[in-house]
């Protein structure tokens, strides 16, 4: 009998990357895995380091304003830990989604069908289109803009066109000084996958800019570890900024001829290698000025500055020319 050959397993090399700056961690974690704090008066965050939500006790019980399933259930532990040391109502009445996306909406479920979900109407439409029993549509929705008065708080909503989803809305609590904006800044990190992982890139570019038109000293951005000032929305901003001037030379200076000599009838592969090149172009100088200074910059900027150049080409039209 012959012995089986030995399986053997390739360990993947696997790349170094920068040292994430101290700025860009939150809080720690406790045992449980989630941290639970104060915004202003009776507005809290909750977080799990990679995803946040948030939640106002009132008179009428608990707004929630998104339900990740990667907190889950410590979402309700969260509210619990609030509601026992401040002697008020740990029952989630209404839950405020800021977009559709399963991600900061797959918890929803957990807080049952008696709880008033509340929505933009493209988010309904998009639930609904999605059927996930995880993610039962809101059945109160708005347009543009809505004011809540609930248990005497007041929350704005307010859409202002797609962005990072063709539905997600901003979330103000004008007597908290704080807003709600998820999935446009990571605060103190750069954007992630695809500018973002987003649906427009014209209008998640806009979304930093709407946001500072509004009165607000602290950002609850969906996102990692920490709270947001309006100096982590400016920096994203200039970061921004930066990639389009990079890309813009790039697309100005790279050279296409040599992908297209290089491989002939087999387009893609030209069009591949020549894109690529912009992509690299542009990201290069921004990685040398960020890192450091925003986490991961050396770790996606290659990947968001490609697609924020093919934004500004399809979407723009630079780089692009009219034949003679």
Known sequence: MSARPTETHT????????????????????????????????????????????????????????????????????????????????????????????????????????????????????LLRDDDPARPAPEETFADRRTLEIGGERIELAWH???????????????????????????????????????????????????????????????????GKREDVILHQQYMTDLEASARIALSTVDPTPYFQKYGGNLWAAVKGYLNAVGEATAAPVIEKYTGVLAAADVFTPDVAFWLMESMRLNRGDGLQVHP
Not at 23 to 51: C, H, I, K, M
Not at 166 to 192: K, Q, R, T, Y
């Open 11 to 126: 360990v993947p090399v696997l790349p170094d990357y920068a040292p994430v700056p101290a700025s860009a961690f939150g809080p720690a974690l406790n045992e449980q895995g989630y941290y639970v704090g104060r915004v202003e008066r009776n507005l809290y965050w909750v977080t799990d380091g990679v995803y946040q939500a948030a939640f106002l006790t009132t008179r009428d019980g608990v707004v929630l304003f998104d339900a990740p399933p990667s907190i889950g259930h410590n979402l309700q532990r969260a509210i619990d830990d609030v509601a026992r040391d401040n002697g008020v109502s740990n029952k989630v009445t209404y839950l405020v989604h800021t977009h559709h996306h399963a991600d900061h909406a797959g918890a929803s479920s957990l807080f049952g069908k008696n709880v008033v979900r509340i929505g933009h109407e493209e988010t309904r439409r998009l």
């Open 161 to 227: 066109g797609a962005n990072h989803t063709p539905d997600n809305s901003v979330i103000h609590f004008p007597e908290h000084d704080a807003l709600m904006m998820v999935d446009i800044v990571n605060v103190g990190w750069v954007p992630v996958f695809v500018v973002n992982l987003s649906d427009d890139i014209p209008g998640y570019l806009a979304m930093p800019g709407n946001a500072l038109t509004y009165p607000w000293t602290t950002l609850i951005s969906g996102h990692l570890g920490r709270l």
